[in-house]
């Protein structure tokens, strides 16, 4: 059984690690994600250059929306902009937890 250690956390979001697996889970609004060490690492990459505002689309009942596509084409994220924002200051965090858990315990 893995033993996970939480990286950040708040009412929405989740984001621990398995240091036995090198895995990396996000949990958020009843998704659970999944990546290796690595895979998180591009993930962040990735999207933290994306502006809100770049991708912004209309929510069926009229809200700003950002969908952000996964590999899985049937299967994409949506958040709101302070969802957007939240979302990002839970992976910042976690990106900083996880050099540290790396630096001490490596």
Not at 69 to 83: M, Y
């Amino acid at each position: 059984m893995c033993k996970t250690t939480i990286l950040a956390h708040n009412q929405n979001i989740t984001i621990a690690q398995c240091n036995n697996c090198k895995v990396m889970n996000i949990w958020r609004a009843g998704v659970l994600m999944n990546f290796s060490f690595e895979q998180f690492d591009a993930f962040c990459s990735a999207t933290k250059k994306l502006c809100f505002d770049d991708y912004q689309e209309n929510h069926p009942d009229g809200k700003e929306v950002v969908i952000l596509s996964t590999p899985f084409p049937d299967i994409s994220l949506v958040f709101t902009r302070d969802e957007w924002h939240e979302f990002f200051i839970k992976i910042e965090e976690a990106l900083y937890m996880k050099k540290v858990y790396e630096l001490v315990y490596s």
